[in-house]
Nanobody
Framework: QVHLVESVGGLVHAGGSLRLSCAAS????????MGWFRQTPGKEREVVSAVTGGAGRTFYADSVKGRFTISRDNAKNTVYLQMNSLKAEDTAVYYC???????????????????WGQGTQVTVSS
């Protein structure tokens, strides 16, 4: 079965950087869309970024555009999220997700993702 294992997050100062990774096992993901989401207490899980298979087109939420970069290494079945210029409001639990190939809706809709990583805490100290 599909398992997504995320790297450990961490505590960083505002303005710092952190790189998250998500390794997939049990299924080839080179042709599927992968996304990063985040969630804070009392709020719904929201999209941060996504990357398609094939050409690897990327998408970013307005709140992180210009600061975060998503990438994937298909040979390693791994997707990354490079987070730069971190802000206190970036504090959240971050989840990687694997989008269902049967879903034809928006890349930003969490309901379209069928597998999730365990979540990792990222805390940004202001």
């Amino acid at each position: 079965q599909v398992h997504l294992v995320e790297s450990v997050g961490g505590l960083v100062h505002a303005g710092g950087s952190l790189r998250l990774s998500c390794a997939a096992s049990g299924r080839t993901f080179s042709s599927v869309i992968m996304g990063w989401f985040r969630q804070t207490p009392g709020k719904e899980r929201e999209v941060v970024s996504a990357v398609t298979g094939g050409a690897g087109r990327t998408f970013y939420a307005d709140s992180v555009k210009g600061r975060f970069t998503i990438s994937r290494d298909n040979a390693k079945n791994t997707v990354y999220l490079q987070m730069n210029s971190l802000k206190a409001e970036d504090t959240a639990v971050y989840y990687c997700g694997l989008r269902s190939p049967l879903y034809s809706g928006s890349l930003y809709v969490k309901e379209g993702y069928e597998h999730w990583g365990q979540g990792t805490q990222v805390t940004v100290s202001s």
